[in-house]
């Protein structure tokens, strides 16, 4: 009648309807998200960070997109996020069940991820700071876009900032994961990551001894002025200009801590 063919088989045989796991298997997503319209559920997504190929999970990708269609009644999406593009082709390719049963994951690779190295974009959208360092944190651009999301966090409340940075952290190769932690280590969060506890205490010394941050004063000038500007501190022209012209890092390190509670730029410079 639908004009589907059936495979070879040479016996048809009547097994157990009952569908339950006598012994239940963990599924667990890395993220889910529900969006909500008057306090229904209107749109689920699960997200996944996939760093490389894993045929098991395109076993367990369906179940997930069957459990929670079930448990909250609407549309659901599978969307990957992945550091590879390799990765991004495999992981979106649709999971064929059989005739009427397919999954297609949603895949974002670096390709489709736009490079955020101006610190105004990052502060403006911090989440797209941090998926752009996720995907080119580590390439040729990476000091770059690392400074735009540092910008980006030194805008956000304590919380929001904690959360992206160890994010961010645990997803970076060694050598970008080690450049963010020093630029994180100038700031004054306390954040919660093993990176910070490690070497936010002594985080200007590190830096200064290993000249990992060396060069950046410039880019910690444009955070200041990111800071007082996010507060509503007025800056006047020739403050902006002061500021911006300043290269030695002891001066820009002590303006970004007085940043955080200055009511008067001309407080900054005292």
């Not at 994010?167 to 994961?177: I, K, N």
Request: hydrophobic share 45%; aromatic share 6%; glycine share 6%.
């Amino acid at each position: 009648m639908f004009h589907l063919p059936l495979p070879f088989f040479d016996e048809a045989r009547l097994e157990s309807a009952d569908l339950s796991n006598c012994i239940p298997t963990e599924y667990r997503a890395d993220s889910l998200i529900v969006l909500r319209s008057a306090g229904d559920p209107v749109l689920a997504v699960i997200v996944e960070v996939q760093r490389a190929k894993d045929d098991d999970k395109r076993g367990s990708w369906p179940v997930y997109v069957a459990t929670v269609w079930d448990r909250y009644g609407c549309p659901v999406v599978l969307l990957v996020l992945t550091p590879s593009d390799p990765v991004v082709k495999w992981a979106g390719e649709p999971i064929d069940m059989g005739p009427g049963s397919v999954v297609t994951p949603f895949a974002v690779g670096p390709e489709l991820i736009p490079i955020v190295r101006d610190h105004s974009v990052a502060a403006a959208v911090p989440e797209l700071a941090v998926l752009s360092a996720l995907a080119h944190g580590a390439g040729p651009e990476g000091q770059d876009v690392l400074m735009a999301l540092f910008v980006a966090l030194c805008g956000l409340d304590d919380e929001r900032a904690q959360i992206y940075s160890d994010y961010v952290v645990t997803a970076l190769p060694e050598a970008a994961r080690k450049h963010l932690e020093e630029l994180v280590a100038v700031g004054t969060y306390e954040y919660k990551s093993d990176f910070a506890r490690k070497h936010q205490a002594h985080g200007r010394e590190i830096g200064r001894a290993e000249g990992l941050i060396e060069g950046k004063a410039e880019g910690i000038a444009e955070a200041v002025l990111r800071i007082l500007a996010k507060r509503g501190v007025p800056i006047p022209p020739e403050a902006q200009e002061r500021i911006l012209a300043c290269h030695d890092r002891d001066t820009v390190d002590a303006w970004l801590d007085r940043a955080l509670d200055v009511t008067r730029v001309e407080e900054l410079f005292a």
